[in-house]
């Protein structure tokens, strides 16, 4: 499970004076759902090409499959499969005719196109042209042209950007199954929500250069330990309850409302115990946890632009 | 190295058609161009009849027949940076499709278009072609293929400079087509003022026409190695430029 099969080591790449990536490294294990997130221009998509071997970083090593994306870049192909930002087909061109000319560009023909076009719902789309595929089925075909060589890697370059929240979900879907099948995915998003909700492990990336690596519920630990809860009682003896309790950092109260903030993920059950043990009755009880959104804002001192 | 090329042709043919106005502009007009000046031509009272007839001969079909190669080629522009711009040829180098098969299967869909264009020319014009004449055909239609396939070549280096896709068609109708009107199409090239007939020598359209006015008037091929042997030094120049500078997004 933890045999990297994309290695990045100090990779760099500039356009004239501006530093697109900055000694960017990481790795990725084979199984898992690996995101690199961040705002737009923080260098996912250029680092995300050069592993791909479309793009020649000025420096730094890559390794993906234990081949050298640019050197060895026509056997690399054979074996990732890739969807890029914002790509287009042929406006005329059919489906089944997408898949059928990509089936027939890799040696290996593991996966039929019909069943593809049937996992994917675009079966009765197969005549459709390109041009008049709604967003979420370009997508959708995009991740089946992905898949037609059965990789064993594959790329996804801000999948889900411009798609309704519905699309967007069943999009969630389908990346899950190709991680079920045994895939290594490595995907970009600067969608928090996706990132979180997708993603194994996640590493942040800012101005071209990562500012951590992990998974979301331990970066999330890391930079946004605090916890809070909001309950409504009308026992007015739980303020000085809340306040004597281990962990508490601020209890404010605003009428029968209290919050109650604190450090650690032992907030929640803490408080849930000092309701019970002092027999105080609820009316409402909520949560609010820091996500990955808190995480970016406390790294980079600026939420994150949609 | 060739895997794929000849799906991706035939999708790229089929994807041409399918494009209203790329059949139209560059299969129907021609026809239809040769057709109307082989008529126009053939009812002029006042001119002689030998005139005429050596204009219907030669002159129409050898200046369809360039418009037919140029057409091709300003829609390769066309289509080169359209795809550059929407990321359809990004998309193809991320497969293991070589760049070099890429490129081919346009050119390739070019030749394709230009033969099929000149066999309706010939077919729906024929009684356009006087009877007696012998026009060797299929000579004919190699010297236009190799015209078209040295052109492509500039094509590509047009494509490799165009900003974007907007000034594609712009900058190579304006790139190509002034070279017709000192090609030797209408007026010799020996009748030309002396300065004006050394820039005639250094472009390559005066080649295609000298090869086509010979072929189509019934030359041997020995006697235009020199146009053949220019177009090929043309594609071998321009390839090598583009190669150097082509641009894939």
Known sequence: ?306 | MLRGLWKLTWIEIKVFLREPLGAIGSIVIPVILFIVMSRMLGNLPAMPPAIANKYIRVAVPVFVSVIITLSAVLSLVTIISIYRESGILKRLRATPLRPQTILTAHVVVKLILTAATLSLMVLAGKRYIPAGAHVPLLSFTIALLIGTWSFLSIGFVIASIVPTARFAQPIGAVILYPMIGISGLFLPTTLLPPAIQGLTRVLPLTYVVSLLQGIWMGDAWSAHIGDVTALVLLFVICTTISARIFRWE
Request: proline share 3%; net charge neutral; aromatic share 6%.
């Open chain 1, 1 to 306: 499970m933890n045999t990297p099969v994309i290695e990045v080591s100090r990779i760099r790449k500039t356009y004239g004076k501006t530093v697109a990536v900055d000694e960017v490294s990481f790795s990725v294990n084979e199984g898992e759902i690996f995101g690199l997130i961040g705002p737009n221009g923080a260098g996912k998509t250029t680092t995300m090409e050069c592993i791909e071997g479309i793009r020649k970083p000025d420096g730094g090593t890559i390794s993906v499959l234990g081949l050298d994306p640019f050197r060895q870049a026509y056997q690399l192909q054979e074996r990732i499969g890739v969807q890029l930002q914002q790509a287009q087909l042929q406006k005329r061109i059919k489906v089944w005719e997408a898949v059928d000319l990509w089936a027939s560009l890799y040696r290996k023909k593991a996966v039929t196109a019909e069943h593809l076009l049937e996992q994917l719902g675009l079966t009765d789309k197969r005549n459709a042209w390109f041009m008049n595929l709604s967003g979420g089925q370009k997508q959708r075909l995009f991740i089946a042209l992905a898949l037609i060589n059965d990789p064993e890697v594959v790329f996804l370059d801000e999948l889900t950007t411009g798609l309704d929240p519905q699309a967007r979900r069943a999009i969630w879907e389908l990346v899950r199954g190709i991680r079920g099948r045994g895939k290594t995915v490595f995907l970009t998003t600067h969608l928090m929500e996706e990132a979180e909700r997708l993603c194994d492990r996640v590493a942040i990336i800012e101005h071209g250069r990562i500012l951590d690596i992990g998974t979301p519920a331990r970066l999330v630990d890391r930079y946004c330990p605090e916890r809070t809860v909001v309950l409504t009682t009308e026992d007015l003896t739980a303020d000085e309850w809340f306040r004597s309790m281990t962990g508490v950092e601020a209890v404010t109260r605003t009428g029968n409302q209290f919050t109650i903030r604190g450090l650690g993920e032992d907030l929640v059950t803490e408080v849930i115990q000092c309701l019970s043990e002092n027999r105080i009755k609820v009316a409402e009880f909520r949560t609010i946890l820091p996500n990955l959104e808190d995480v970016f804002l406390k790294l980079t001192g600026q939420a994150i632009r949609e």
